[in-house]
């Protein structure tokens, strides 16, 4: 175990943000980043408890104490045995967090994954406050867990964050549990310095090779099935036959795990299957993100399960491009359809390249669309709304 801070008692509550997941990938892990950042803002002192250090050169360890210490992350596929292991590790864990939540004189654990159960039950033991960020979609997860999960948040929480109305309503309320400590706060759109209309995207359009005159259809998210790969190299045909010059680019790269790896790799060969090759690149992981939303036409998010409040949709709003994105879950609470993006049918190819094609051929209605959406994620999804709002349920917490 590593530590960048001696023992003190500091003058403002110390609010210890946890999460078993550190990939630069994680859209929730940035969000915690951010978080432990912005609200010292707020009167309050932040210490990281990760399973390795942030490789965000945003995140100075003088700012942000961070705690290294080995952090259980379950996976499906497991054996009994692996899971027994899983098991006995989340108890030891919990032991090395109560350790670290007295020394450093902690007032709210914030736990950023529901999956995150050795921080509930190392607060319980430590009898101080947890505040649990909820950003999960559980309806592809195994009936006992999405069943057990709530429970045990609800069990061990004073308060519960979720990132958007729909994930209250699938994790808690569809599965039965009522609870009145669920409480709403969409995370903020991504800082205004990096994610603008007037950033300039036209080198990452000329190492794709994408002509001036032809639309770059974008889709930015780590290699899982979830997130609809699928449905967009499907839609893709259609789109060529209406406009053969479309070039579409994946952003993202592969994550740890067989089941993972083996959909990463079917994903790479479906272009060629499907007689398009020369029109698709899959770039990896990139960290110019700004620059590859600016550099798109337009920007697809084809999810097909309900992503919780995806932070890739808001980047490319601020950005000011226009958005496609699955009519389900977190998109329907950042797009106005039709105004600020478009929504379309969940897992429906035909949908989604009828869509992309009525954007390609009308460029005023591509500006138009990415105008209002920028307007609308720097007047609605602002980092001092969001950091208001989690600072009143720090503040409530520690004051029961």
């Not at 909820?134 to 990132?163: C, E, F, G, K």
């Not at 994790?171 to 709403?184: Q, Y």
Request: hydrophobic content about 45%; overall charge positive; aromatic content about 4%.
């Amino acid at each position: 175990m590593s530590r960048s801070l001696t023992r003190t008692t500091p003058a403002a509550p110390t609010i210890l943000y946890t999460s078993a997941d550190a990939s630069p990938q994680s859209g929730a892990f940035r969000c915690l980043l951010d978080m432990g950042k912005e609200i010292q803002s707020w009167g309050f002192r932040s210490v990281l408890v990760l399973p390795q250090r942030p490789v965000d050169s945003e995140v100075p360890s003088d700012a942000l104490p961070t705690y290294v210490v080995p952090l259980p992350r379950p996976r499906r596929g497991r054996s009994i045995l692996q899971y027994a292991g899983d098991v006995l590790e989340t108890a030891r864990s919990a032991a090395r967090l109560v350790r670290i939540i007295r020394r450093e004189h902690v007032a709210v654990v914030h736990v950023n994954e529901i999956l995150d159960i050795y921080a509930g039950i190392a607060a319980r033991a430590a009898q101080v406050p947890v505040v649990w960020h909820i950003r999960a979609d559980m309806s592809s997860w195994p009936s006992p867990l999405r069943a057990l999960l709530p429970r045990v948040v609800n069990a061990l929480s004073a308060q519960i964050v979720a990132v958007s109305a729909s994930v209250r309503d699938e994790v808690f309320r569809r599965h039965g549990v009522a609870t009145s400590k669920v409480r709403v706060i969409h995370d903020p759109g991504p800082h205004p310095s990096d994610f603008h209309p007037a950033v300039d995207g036209s080198a990452v359009r000329r190492e794709l090779g994408v002509p001036d005159d032809a639309a770059l259809v974008v889709l930015v998210s780590k290699l899982v099935e979830p997130k609809g790969h699928r449905v967009l190299l499907q839609a893709a045909p259609q789109v060529l036959r209406s406009f053969p010059d479309t070039r579409f680019a994946i952003v993202g790269g592969d994550v740890d795990g067989a089941h993972h790896r083996r959909y990463a790799d079917g994903l790479r060969r479906m272009p060629d299957e499907l007689g398009i090759g020369s029109a698709v690149t899959f770039t990896g992981f990139r960290s110019d993100i700004p620059q590859i939303m600016a550099a798109a036409d337009i920007v697809v998010h084809c999810a097909t399960h309900p992503d919780p409040f995806p932070g890739v949709v808001l980047q490319a709003m601020a950005v000011g491009k226009p958005v496609i994105a699955s009519d389900v879950g977190g998109p329907r609470e950042q797009i106005t359809d039709g105004v600020t993006g478009v929504l379309v049918p969940m897992a429906d190819p035909e949908a989604l390249s009828a869509a992309i094609c009525a954007l390609v051929a009308d460029p005023s209605k591509r500006s138009s669309l990415g105008r209002c959406a920028a307007t609308h994620v720097s007047s609605t999804f602002t980092s001092d709304a969001f950091h208001r709002a989690l600072s009143e349920v720090y503040e409530q917490v520690i004051r029961r």
